[in-house]
């Protein structure tokens, strides 16, 4: 919820001098629209130089009003950054830290143990109302050298140690947990690592049953990269769900990494939710991304929302799709640059922690349009200063499809006292009242596929210094 006290001066500033706040504080809770109209005004831009996203409108909130969760990861080192926690707090209900629980962290050597970095993670969380996801437990990678050194007999139960004494100092505090992430090759086969090459596949089995015994209540997942759509790997990891149930292992859901490239999100990946879940386990978007190549041009940018959409809209047509995770807070902490050479701009907030457009797309696909709905589709607006200068100011309103295409769309802008709109262009304006423009698409910019954006602008003049962000808000026919 809003914390009055701390948003007041910015709320006020925004509002512009003489606004009765209480009174607009309604109309700030009606429109997803006006919501980020407070996160993308240039008008604040007076405040520090990364603002926080607005708390009237939340992913979180969305997703808890569809019964689902929506999670970020997040590092240690991001603790110390308040324009990152400020946002995590307000935007996601679930953590996954990002490195800080894995084996080259938790046990650097052989029965010593080190939980102080998960421990601050969980310790925000908390503080935040914020779930954890436990990851992980068994992988191949991050994983000390002293592991894959050991004889092979020994193997088993430093593994089962390694899970029981972990999974016992969370107990109670991870909701869930990637037991084993990333255990298969992208052609289907088991990776050989150094689990695999002592136990054989039953390591999979003897590492979920071991967690369930340290912490009965948490869920116990598998976790990877490409089985998001239906392919060779999705179906490995679909038998081998089925044989874990067959042997009674108690496995509860399967994470879907999700690290995708623009563009590719791959057409299959709705039935392969569905297949898992009609299997008897949940799924989860556990480390959303998708990754354009840089610089990222506003077309990518576009592409990009229309991509989150679709995986937060299948995962909504999903009963057993329990939440989405983005694998980090903004572009800026985001893994994608150090991992993949030349991409970057892979998550839903930029450099500097404003909302993108797959932002205001997702804000859409989990209901929270301002727009009509009606005929199927809606949109929504935000609003952003582009120029000022003495009395004047330039205005871009961007107008963005929800999960659906739209063939049209209406925008209204509001203008402050003493604002006056003097120029427009990319759309057609009428004026119902002296304060109100409505715009209706220019007939290029009319058809708008789903997560797709466009843009109109305009000039203000303003008599009294007056520079306060008209509110704008969008609608479909
Ligand atoms: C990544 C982290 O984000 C990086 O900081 C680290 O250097 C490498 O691992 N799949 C996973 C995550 O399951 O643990 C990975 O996280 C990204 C791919």
Known sequence: MRTDVGKRPLDQRLLGPGKNLARHRTSLRLTAALAVLLLTTAGAAALSAARP???????????????????????????????????????????????EMKWDTTEPSNGS???????QIVSFAQSHGMRVRGHNLVWHSQLPSWVSSLPLNQVQSVMENHITTEVTHYKGQAYAWDVVNEPFNDNGSLRQDAF??????????????????????????????????????????????????AQGVPINGVGLESHFILGQVPSSLLANMQRFAARGVDVAVTELDDRIQLPATSAN???QATDFSTVVSDCLQVS?????????????????????????????????????????AVVTALGGSNGGGGGGGSCSATYQETQQWNGVFNGQVTITAGSSAISSWTSTVTLGSGQVISATWNGNPTWPQANVMVMKPASSNS???????????????TSNGNYSAPAVTCSTP
């Open 53 to 99: 996203a607005s708390a009237a409108t939340s992913l979180k909130s969305l997703a808890e009003a569809k019964g689902r969760y929506f999670g970020t990861a997040m590092t240690q080192n991001m603790l110390s950054n308040s324009t990152v926690t400020t946002l995590a707090g307000q935007q996601f209900d679930m953590v996954t830290p990002g490195n």
């Open 113 to 119: 143990f080190n939980f102080g970095p998960g421990d």
């Open 196 to 245: 695999y090459n002592a136990m054989g596949s039953g390591y999979i089995a003897d590492a979920i049953r071991t967690a369930h015994a340290a912490d009965p209540n948490a869920k116990l997942y598998l976790n990877d990269y490409n089985i998001e759509g239906e392919n060779a790997k999705s179906n490995a990891m679909y038998s081998l769900v089925q044989s874990l149930l």
């Open 301 to 303: 940018l576009a592409q």
């Open 320 to 360: 057993r799709c329990v939440g989405v995770s983005q694998w980090g807070v903004g572009d800026a902490d985001s893994w994608i640059p150090s991992a993949f050479s030349g991409y970057g701009a892979a998550t839903m907030f930029d450099q500097n922690y404003q909302p993108k457009p797959a932002y205001n």
């Open 447 to 461: 058809n708008l596929a789903a997560g797709q954006s466009t843009s109109f602008g305009f000039t203000v003049k």
